[in-house]
Nanobody
Framework: QVQLVESGGGLVQAGGSLRLSCAAS????????MGWFRQGPGKERLFVAT????????DYSDSVKGRFTVSRDNAKNTAYLQMNSLKPEDTAIYYC??????????????WGQGTQVTVSS
């Protein structure tokens, strides 16, 4: 079983940047895709980005494409989400997950506890 722990969330002004990390333990994640999802207040959990096991393929939601970058370091068993040009509508709890290289949350079997990102206007 893979355990995932996100970090790096916080409060930032609009236009600012944050880098989220997702540290895995219990099992190497090098054979899994790593996805990022977010859930705003009163909203459903939505796909943000995903990266395949080797790091040479990525996919982004239209709302973050060009602003967010997903990456991974399999030697460190860690995935990252670099978030630039943040907007108030990016405010949400951000979750990382390990699973298949898709946009569907149901295809990810392991999830972190989430980290809060708040963007002030």
């Amino acid at each position: 079983q893979v355990q995932l722990v996100e970090s790096g969330g916080g409060l930032v002004q609009a236009g600012g940047s944050l880098r989220l990390s997702c540290a895995a333990s219990g099992h190497p994640v090098s054979s899994y895709a790593m996805g990022w999802f977010r859930q705003g207040p009163g909203k459903e959990r939505l796909f943000v980005a995903t990266i395949n096991w080797s790091g040479d393929s990525t996919d982004y939601s239209d709302s973050v494409k060009g602003r967010f970058t997903v990456s991974r370091d399999n030697a460190k068993n860690t995935a990252y989400l670099q978030m630039n040009s943040l907007k108030p509508e990016d405010t949400a709890i951000y979750y990382c997950a390990a699973g298949s290289y898709t946009r569907g949350a149901s295809n990810y079997g392991s999830w972190g506890q989430g980290t809060q990102v708040t963007v002030s206007s």
